[in-house]
């Protein structure tokens, strides 16, 4: 059961450039959605986060735009740098649960 | 201060062989997450502890796969009889109390390779 999807799966972006990564979720219950960065051969980490009661949070290069009513969100990545490839993971959970639904992933590369 | 550490960083085991693997959180967090990673995949959600107890293991897949905290900090996932299928990057995470909000710190995982 997907209860995240995410999209697209690989990304190649310019170096300036924006790069978009997309999300959707099923259960209304969501109501905290953290972006992970990943690096091979390390653990996920932190990126940014957003409550549901807001339509955009900014951090620096990285936004999330918030959609409650279609149950989307996504991540900008302003001004891409080489030091940005890496995979980006959407996420998403509930006050009932502290556990962390994960999306499929999606593979960025910053051509310089 | 030292992050979330996890041992070992590669396995390697024969099918049906029993594997432990090992989580150190970052010290002071009461809450501690297993997660498997499956190639190209996101991690998927195993097991929850709150200080020494799990709060919630509904993301172990079987009864082969157990996880313990005893002493509230250090936490060892048991895999019994592995099979090929358990090959994956088994991740921990804490956070400071398990809040909605608290941000969970990824350990580098532990490679799993059932041959």
């Known amino acids: 059961q997907q209860q995240v999807k995410q999209s697209p799966q690989s990304l190649i972006v310019q170096k300036g450039g924006i790069s978009i990564i997309n999300c959707a979720y099923e259960?209304?219950?969501?109501?905290?959605f953290p972006w992970y960065q990943q690096f091979p051969g390390k653990g996920p980490a932190l990126l940014i986060a957003?409550?549901?009661?807001?339509s955009e949070k900014k951090e620096g290069r990285f936004t999330i735009s918030f959609n409650k009513s279609a149950k989307q969100f996504s991540l900008h990545i302003m001004d891409s740098q080489p030091g940005d490839s890496a995979t980006y993971f959407c996420?998403?959970?509930?006050?009932?649960?502290?556990?962390?639904?994960f999306g499929q992933g999606t593979r960025l590369t910053i051509n310089p | 201060g030292a992050g979330v550490s996890q041992t070992p960083s590669n396995k390697v085991t024969e099918k049906g062989k029993y594997v432990e693997l090992r989580c150190d959180p970052i010290?002071?967090?009461?809450?501690l997450y297993w997660y498997r990673q499956s190639l190209g995949q996101g991690p998927e959600f195993l097991i929850y502890?709150?200080?020494?107890?799990?709060?919630?293991d509904s993301g172990l897949p079987n009864d082969r796969f157990f996880a313990v905290r005893p002493e509230g900090s250090v936490s060892t996932l048991k895999i019994q009889r592995t099979e090929r299928g358990d090959s994956a990057v088994y991740l921990c995470?804490?956070?400071?109390?398990?809040?909605?909000?608290?941000?969970?710190?990824f350990g580098p995982g532990t490679r799993l390779t059932v041959l």
């Open positions: 995470a804490s956070s400071p109390s398990g809040g909605l909000r608290d941000e969970q710190f």
């Open positions: 259960n209304t219950a969501f109501d905290y």
């Open positions: 957003i409550r549901p009661d807001v």
């Open positions: 996420a998403a959970t509930d006050q009932g649960a502290q556990k962390l639904v």
């Open positions: 010290s002071g967090h009461t809450a």
């Open positions: 502890f709150q200080g020494t107890g799990a709060a919630d």
